[in-house]
């Protein structure tokens, strides 16, 4: 149960430099309330996001940053339709 309410590195997905971009406030919020872990932010575009970069694609995220089993099959899923746009 730690893992799921302590985990050590977030992966938030949807992210865009546009201020209107609910996953930036995502991010913004981990932030504020002491989030210490690593952040990973990905999106349709690269960019940054306060002191974040986008990055472009899930398999731009470190190997070492595994998804838990009940994240494994959506992500996977994602991977190969590649967020949707090419």
Known sequence: MSKIFHPCNLVVIGVSERPD???RYIIANL???G???DLYAVGRQAGRVY???ILASLDQVPD???PSDAAAAPIAN???RSLGHQ
């Open 31 to 33: 932030r504020a309330f």
């Open 78 to 80: 994602l991977r190969q």
């Open 64 to 66: 070492e940053i595994a």
């Open 35 to 37: 989030y210490q872990g």
């Open 51 to 53: 002191d974040l970069p």
């Open 21 to 23: 971009n609910l996953a």
